[in-house]
């Protein structure tokens, strides 16, 4: 299919409409996901939100291709990027490449998602020299979780610099767009106005260039726990209980299958 944005466009709504993106994991959700967004994520939250691990560590590059190829095949005309799942790209910039091209040519994808700012900043440049577009992720970066003690607000008071020199890092670098996680609204707010590159907020005020949010959160459906950036446009998992129940019930009583779900002898 022919995707209508591309990185280059996704770099030119600086400023304007705000970048409308959600993560998705599977074909039909994709298919949902492509009427409205801009950029939809494979993101390797899919390991706590699908596959029930306590942390994004353990999401491997094969759980990544299955899950950006299963989301590339709903796709038409958004922007489909994949995250680089945690030891798949620190090492070097020539491992990052490797693991890189496998995504984007086993899914079709058009862009990888990385961890990290001023420390990978050389390994963000050495992916664009070779062709693939980079989308930066700074502040909290759930990847880190053990050497930032929890998912904390990031970036407040003194720390603010290093959020803001991460976010640098990655437009020298040249990624086309950066994730800002989990700040104070007014660092998300002169982070956004510092870059000419669309920071994309999860947590980080109105005034990003664009926002995500995780699919399964804002559906309701990830019912664990809901940070506090998230709101919740619908109660799937709430729902989906109450058809379980009702499921269960019908079964145990024979109101289900009823005599429109049976078949006679004759055809
Ligand atoms: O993995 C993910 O879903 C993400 C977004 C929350 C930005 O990285
Ligand atoms: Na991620």
């Known amino acids: ?5 591309t990185p280059l466009g996704v770099m030119a709504r600086k400023g304007g409409t705000p970048l ?15 009427r409205d967004c801009d950029i939809v994520l494979v993101g390797d939250s899919v390991g706590m939100v699908l596959h029930g691990l306590p942390t994004t560590l353990g999401v491997t590059l094969d759980m990544m291709i299955l899950h950006g190829k299963a989301v590339m095949r709903g796709l038409e005309r958004a922007l489909c990027v994949v995250d680089l799942p945690f030891g798949s790209y620190e090492e070097s910039p020539a491992q990052a490449f490797r693991n ?3 995504l984007l040519a086993e899914t079709g994808a058009a862009a990888v998602k990385l961890e990290g700012g001023v420390h990978m900043k050389e390994t963000i440049a050495f992916l664009v020299a070779r062709g693939i ?21 990031q970036g407040r008071d003194s720390d603010a610099a290093r959020v803001l020199d ?6 020298e670098a040249g990624g086309f767009a950066v994730v800002l996680e989990k700040l104070p609204r007014s660092l998300g707010d002169s982070i956004t106005r510092a870059l000419t590159i669309p920071t994309i907020g999860i947590g980080a ?9 995780v699919i399964d959160d804002m559906l309701g459906l990830f019912a664990a726990f809901k940070p506090k950036f998230v709101r919740r446009y ?4 709430d729902q989906a209980g109450e058809a379980i129940g009702a499921y269960a019930q019908d079964v ?14 004759r055809s």
């Open 252 to 265: 145990r009583s024979r109101a289900f299958p009823g005599a429109e779900h049976s078949f006679g002898d």
């Open 234 to 237: 619908a109660n799937l998992a």
């Open 133 to 153: 577009p980079v989308m930066g992720h700074v502040g909290l970066t759930p990847q880190a979780v053990n050497m930032l003690g929890g998912y904390k607000v």
């Open 1 to 5: 299919p022919v995707h209508s944005l």
């Open 20 to 34: 409308v993106c959600l993560t998705a994991y599977t074909t039909p959700i994709a298919r949902l996901a492509d």
């Open 166 to 171: 991460d976010a640098r890092a990655v437009q």
């Open 205 to 213: 005020g109105p005034e990003c260039d664009g926002q995500i949010l």
């Open 100 to 102: 890189a091209s496998r």
